[in-house]
């Protein structure tokens, strides 16, 4: 095939490959999520956002002293931007202020193993990760 007809079939494989691909990241991680949740325990029914709440604003005693809550960089309005205890600007956690939020998995999950890790000690659940994931998606 010459490049000049070689062109037009990739494009279209591309347009036809790209809605499969572009398939809403954010219900996957939810679904992915869920599994887990059930796998680990039978009696799962549903990620609630009022959990979803508590976990962000409760404080914990098992991680860092300068961290407690998610609140400690988040802020208290998911909608408003919060701030690190070393001064950097974190943008808005709710979806309504930063729709672009939780359309990439990995980044995700490092976030939510980092930060877990900085304030209860220990790494989330998938329950808790899509309990936390429910509050802010509804935010
Ligand atoms: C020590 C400060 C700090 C604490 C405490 C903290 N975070 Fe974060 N978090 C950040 C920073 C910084 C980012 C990355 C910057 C950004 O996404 O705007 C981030 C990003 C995230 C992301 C990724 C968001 C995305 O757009 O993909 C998730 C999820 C997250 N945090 C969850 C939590 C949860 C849950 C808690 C509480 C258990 C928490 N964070 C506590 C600082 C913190």
Same mark, same amino acid.
């Given at each position: 095939m010459k490049p000049t007809t070689a062109l037009p079939v990739l494009t279209l494989a591309l347009a036809m490959a790209l809605p499969v691909a572009a398939a809403s990241p954010r219900e996957d991680q939810l679904a992915a999520y869920a599994a887990a949740a059930r796998a680990a325990s039978p009696a799962f029914a549903g990620f609630s956002a009022t959990r979803g709440k508590t976990l962000h604003t409760q404080n914990f005693a098992g991680g860092k002293p300068e961290s407690p #809550?998610?609140? /400690?960089?988040?802020?208290?309005?998911? @909608?408003g931007a919060g701030r690190t205890p070393a001064g950097k600007v974190v943008e808005a956690m709710a979806l309504s202020a /930063?729709? #672009? @939020?939780?359309?990439d998995p990995a980044k995700v999950e490092k976030w939510f193993k980092r930060n877990c890790n900085e304030v209860l000690g220990r790494e989330c659940t998938p329950l808790e990760k899509g309990d936390w994931l429910t509050f802010m998606l509804g935010q």
């Open positions: #809550a998610c609140t /400690s960089c988040h802020g208290n309005d998911p @909608r /930063s729709p #672009a @939020r939780y359309t």
